[in-house]
């Protein structure tokens, strides 16, 4: 079942993302791109991240695009909607990409990740030989991030919290080992900060870049 | 252990997918907001990463948190960069960006 669910939105992503460079049409492009972006919103959630799956679909599928779509019509008039570009070109850019696809598939495979998955989910009779490894988040088949994410922008960790062997909990013995001690700074209380002012200063910049221009009229009055 | 019935490649060979297509469309297209979507399918290749690599490997939340800065960042991105499209079509009449070769005319 995930398997089919995954090839499906895959299939989705990587037709639709060679679509948008394929089609010359900057409306088809826009158009293969929501696809895009919400088939990957599909494989957030098989990797049971809820909420970056739903930030996806909220943010990029339903803000970005329509930003996108938005400047599609403003700017496309019919002489400019579809600006060809010389074979050559086109050459040297199909064999940059097929350079660099070669390379980075070459690179993954090349790669034991299945080493990565064996330390990190670690039997429980082995921990007992070696130190214990930093753990990855045990909730994870769970998929019930929107808490421990919301709780890491506000500067606490409850995910590390939760794995840790609280005394009072009863926490069953073989359960988790090893965490680092859990501070207040671990969280992303100023990340969170600084992109909430930087989405401020961004949103501002962008009325100033694209307000309506009076120059001449303004420029005509200052002169005395 | 087994990891599940899709491994980690799968979902790097995805991403790998993505990255190049956004690539490709950033070297290729002369439209401005063909680039601006090439950016877009870069960013997203890029946190399909971030968040296969914290279900599979040690990152935890954070590579989920990271996603989500990127997702946030790559929507701030998109605001400024169509607002310097829709200012250079204002002065220039066309997003053909190898005519952008002058700030102002």
Request: charged content about 10%; proline content about 5%; some cysteine.
């Amino acid at each position: 079942m995930e398997a089919a669910l995954f090839a499906i939105y895959a299939l989705i992503v990587c037709g639709s993302a060679i679509a948008v460079v394929i089609s010359q049409n900057i409306v088809r492009m826009a158009m293969f791109l929501v696809l895009s972006l919400g088939a990957t919103a599909g494989l957030y959630f098989l990797l049971h991240a809820d909420f970056v799956g739903a930030t996806q679909l909220l943010i990029y599928v339903g803000g970005t695009v329509i930003l996108l779509i938005f400047g599609v019509m403003l700017t496309a008039s019919a002489p400019y909607a579809s600006i060809q570009n010389s074979p050559g070109e086109l050459l040297q850019g199909g064999f940059l990409a097929v350079a660099f696809f070669a390379v980075s598939v070459a690179s993954v495979l090349a790669v034991d990740w299945s080493q990565l998955g064996q330390e990190v989910r670690l039997p429980q009779d082995s921990r007992m030989g070696h130190p214990a490894p930093v753990q990855g988040y045990e909730t994870a088949d769970a998929g019930n991030t929107s808490r421990p994410i919301g709780m890491a922008l506000l500067g606490v960790r409850v995910d590390d919290i939760a794995s840790e062997p609280v005394p009072e909990q009863t926490a069953t013995p073989g359960e988790t080992t090893g965490h680092p001690p859990v501070t207040p700074l671990s969280g992303y209380l100023l990340p969170f900060e600084i992109i909430s002012v930087h989405l401020l200063v961004v949103l501002v910049g962008a009325a100033y870049l694209a307000r309506a221009k009076r120059r001449p009229l303004s420029t005509e009055r200052g002169l005395p | 252990m087994i990891l599940g019935v899709v491994p980690l490649t799968a979902y790097l060979l995805v991403a790998s997918v993505l990255f190049v297509c956004g690539l490709a469309c950033m070297a290729t297209k002369r439209n401005g907001i063909g680039m601006l979507i090439g950016v877009e399918l870069v960013l997203n290749g890029a946190s399909l990463n971030l968040v296969a690599f914290s279900h599979y490997g040690s990152l935890g939340l954070d590579g989920q948190i990271a996603a989500l800065f990127v997702i946030v960042l790559a929507a701030a991105e998109a605001a400024v960069a169509l607002a310097i499209a829709l200012n250079f079509y204002n002065n220039h009449l066309t997003i053909d960006v190898d005519r952008a070769d002058e700030l102002k005319h």
